[in-house]
C-alpha cells in the first residue's frame, strides 16, 4: 500500500476486555514496530519485527501484551483483560531491510473505560 | 540504556523568526539520528534523517545537525510559519540493538501569525 494503514482507527472497550491492533506495514517493509504514546508522554518502544519474527520484544509491558506477524506483512497486537492504564495510542512503523527512514502509520486511539 | 531529551518542551515564535530545536542523547552508539512532525491526533512524519557518519543534512527550510560526539543534534527551521505548528520528535537509532529507535519527548511548536 501507499503507506502504513492501522486499524481500527478507535476503540473504546471495557475494562477486562481483549484487544486487538492491526498493522499493515508499507510493502516490501521488512521491519515493523509497535510503539504507544500515552497522552503527553513520548513514545514507548513496544516490539520490533524482522520478517515474522521478533528479536526485540523487550518493550512489551506485561504478559497481557503479545504481538505476532504473518507473511512478513500484517501485523495484530493483542491486549488482554485490558486496564485502564493501557489506554493510549499504539503506533505502528516499518523501513525496508537495509533502509534507515521509518514510516508510521496514524495510530490505533484505544480508551479503556 | 539510550535516553534522548528534547528541551524546550514547548516553544512560541512570531511568524518569520527561526526555530532551533535540541536534541540531546546519552550514548553516542548510534547508527543514525531522525527528526519526525507530528501534527494533533495524527502520526509521525519524518523530516530528516542523518547518518551517523554525517554532519548535517538539509531540505528546503529544515536543517539538521549531529554532534555525535557530544551526544547532540539541533533542527534549525528558517523563517518560521504558522503551518509549522507541530510537535517535533527526534530518535536515535540504537546501535547494538536489533534496529529499534529511542524516542524523545518532543519539543510543542506554537508558530503565532
Known amino acids: 500500500g501507499a503507506g502504513v494503514s492501522q486499524s481500527p482507527s478507535n476503540k473504546v472497550t471495557e475494562k477486562g476486555k481483549d484487544v486487538e491492533l492491526r498493522c499493515d506495514p508499507i510493502?516490501?517493509?521488512?521491519?515493523l514496530y509497535w510503539y504507544r504514546q500515552s497522552l503527553g508522554q513520548g513514545l514507548e518502544f513496544l516490539i520490533y519485527f524482522q520478517g515474522n519474527s521478533a528479536p526485540d520484544k523487550s518493550g512489551l509491558p506485561s504478559d497481557r501484551f503479545s504481538a505476532e506477524r504473518t507473511g512478513g506483512s500484517v501485523s495484530t497486537l493483542t491486549i488482554q483483560r485490558t486496564q485502564q492504564e493501557d489506554s493510549a495510542v499504539y503506533l505502528c512503523?516499518?523501513?525496508?531491510?537495509?533502509?534507515?527512514?521509518?514510516?508510521f502509520g496514524e495510530g490505533s486511539w484505544l480508551t479503556v473505560v | 540504556k539510550q535516553e534522548v531529551t528534547q528541551i524546550p518542551a514547548a516553544l512560541s515564535v512570531p511568524e518569520g523568526e527561526n526555530l532551533v530545536l535540541n536534541c540531546s542523547f546519552t550514548d553516542s552508539a548510534i547508527y543514525n539520528l531522525q527528526w519526525f512532525r507530528q501534527d494533533p491526533g495524527k502520526g509521525l512524519t519524518s523530516l530528516l534523517l542523518i547518518q551517523s557518519s554525517q554532519r548535517e543534512q538539509t531540505s528546503g527550510r529544515l536543517n539538521a545537525s549531529l554532534d555525535k560526539s557530544s551526544g547532540r543534534s539541533t533542527l534549525y527551521i528558517a523563517a518560521s510559519q504558522p503551518g509549522d505548528s507541530a510537535t517535533y520528535l527526534c530518535a536515535v537509532r540504537v546501535a547494538d540493538s536489533w534496529g529499534k529507535f529511542q524516542f524523545g519527548a518532543g519539543t510543542q511548536v506554537v508558530v503565532t501569525p
Open positions: 512503523a516499518s523501513r525496508t531491510g537495509g533502509g534507515n527512514t521509518i514510516y
Open positions: 510493502s516490501g517493509h521488512t521491519a
